[in-house]
């Protein structure tokens, strides 16, 4: 849906960058994906400097959320295809943080090691899916609708 008009390819550009963020946070929970499908992991080898310095720097994830949440979603100048797109990613950040918080709670119950494996492959396969499917929508220039998550982004960023 390209309603607030056109979009220029370094808008486009801008606009998948964010999605770096929730990329890296659910990469944790690849773990039993990639260890069952390591030419998968091919994919993400460009990641491996990022995930470094990401996971080198201490409150490196809080930092960057902060940023992104004060210096692009709630900067009016910046056009509205790249807060909406920031905010979509923050979103999804949170989506994993409440998904970890969940695992959490699921890793008390004993003789849950399937579950787990299920649990975090589910998480890793959804949040790849729905960067995957944002940024192709992105660099289209369209705005990507995944549903109840794009419906939050639009109360919050106007």
């Known amino acids: 849906m390209s309603w607030r008009g056109s979009t220029t390819f370094p808008e486009r550009f801008f606009a998948c960058l964010p999605y770096l963020l929730p990329l890296?946070?659910?990469f944790a929970f690849g773990q039993f994906f990639l260890k069952?499908?390591?030419l998968l992991g091919l994919i993400f080898l460009p990641l491996f400097p990022l995930l470094k310095i990401y996971y080198g720097v201490r409150f490196a994830?809080?930092?960057i959320f902060f940023a992104l949440w004060l210096l692009v979603v709630r900067n009016e100048k910046i056009h509205h295809?790249?807060?909406?797109?920031?905010?979509?990613?923050i979103i999804l950040?949170?989506?994993i943080f409440l998904c970890s918080v969940l695992t959490?709670?699921?890793?008390?119950?004993?003789?849950?090691?399937?579950a787990m494996q299920t649990l975090y492959t589910t998480i890793f396969l959804?949040?790849?899916a729905?960067?995957?499917?944002?940024v192709a929508q992105s660099l289209m220039g369209k705005y990507a609708e995944i549903p109840a998550i794009s419906d939050a982004v639009h109360m919050q960023v106007r």
């Open 24 to 26: 890296i946070e659910v």
């Open 36 to 38: 069952d499908f390591p």
């Open 61 to 63: 994830g809080m930092i």
């Open 81 to 89: 295809f790249i807060r909406f797109n920031t905010m979509q990613a």
């Open 93 to 95: 950040d949170i989506v």
């Open 104 to 114: 959490d709670i699921v890793k008390l119950v004993p003789g849950s090691g399937f």
């Open 126 to 128: 959804g949040i790849v």
């Open 130 to 134: 729905a960067v995957v499917y944002s």
